[in-house]
T-cell receptor, first 115, second 114 residues
Framework: DAGVIQSPRHEVTEMGQEVTLRCKPISGHDYLFWYRQTMMRGLELLIY????????DSGMPEDRFSAKMPNASFSTLKIQPSEPRDSAVYFC?????????????FGAGSRLTVL | AQSVTQPDIHITVSEGASLELRCNYSYGATPYLFWYVQSPGQGLQLLLKYFSGDTLVQGIKGFEAEFKRSQSSFNLRKPSVHWSDAAEYFC????????????WGLGTSLAVNP
């Protein structure tokens, strides 16, 4: 398996623009997580899905952030409009149900810079 | 409140020296405990995990960790560090059941001198 695939790896945009980050989880994994990493706040869980259904979105910072998982092999995290404080590395991770459900496999991340 | 503390923000060791990275947690339920490693520009990779049983767990790359319930600690150790071990190390705690939210420490950055 190619692992968790994220795109783009780097995104530079201007304040007010829409940003869409994409994730392809490991085939067969039924949990998908979106994390944000910053120096100040460390790793923050934004939202996670189980079987394509959002389970907990309490970490989504505000209405500008939205996430979807239309099928088992694809998820998006959208920021509209983007702001400079959204600059961070965004990670997608997936896992398999059962005892290993907390064992996350991470993608390489999408580094977002909002000017 | 649930929390994970990694007291050391940055550690420097010489290649071949032993290593111990500290992790303390505060968690209401029986914890699942994890150590992940992040190399520059990469995602996080699982080093090892503790769910139950033997409190000394072995992981990849020669790492081990010991769960001490009385001290609420899960320290990571390696007897001889290699230059390739330079990275960021994260401790995390979670729970059994349906809650998939891990609580993460802020990480310890490890530098290795040749």
């Amino acid at each position: 398996d190619a692992g968790v695939i994220q795109s783009p790896r780097h995104e530079v945009t201007e304040m007010g623009q829409e940003v869409t980050l994409r994730c392809k989880p490991i085939s067969g994994h039924d949990y998908l997580f979106w994390y944000r990493q910053t120096m100040m706040r460390g790793l923050e869980l934004l939202i996670y899905f189980n079987n394509n259904v959002p389970i907990d979105d309490s970490g989504m910072p505000e209405d500008r952030f939205s996430a979807k998982m239309p099928n088992a092999s694809f998820s998006t995290l959208k920021i509209q409009p983007s702001e400079p404080r959204d600059s961070a590395v965004y990670f997608c991770a997936s896992s398999l149900t059962g005892a290993g459900a907390n064992v996350l496999t991470f993608g390489a991340g999408s580094r977002l810079t909002v000017l | 409140a649930q929390s994970v503390t990694q007291p050391d923000i940055h550690i420097t060791v010489s290649e071949g020296a032993s290593l111990e990275l500290r992790c303390n947690y505060s968690y209401g339920a029986t914890p699942y405990l994890f150590w992940y490693v992040q190399s520059p520009g990469q995602g996080l990779q699982l080093l090892l995990k503790y769910f139950s049983g033997d409190t000394l767990v072995q992981g990849i790359k020669g790492f081990e960790a010991e769960f001490k319930r009385s001290q609420s600690s899960f320290n990571l150790r390696k007897p001889s560090v290699h230059w390739s071990d330079a990275a960021e190390y994260f401790c995390a705690v979670g729970a059994a059941g349906n809650n998939r939210k891990l609580i993460w420490g802020l990480g310890t950055s490890l530098a290795v001198n040749p």
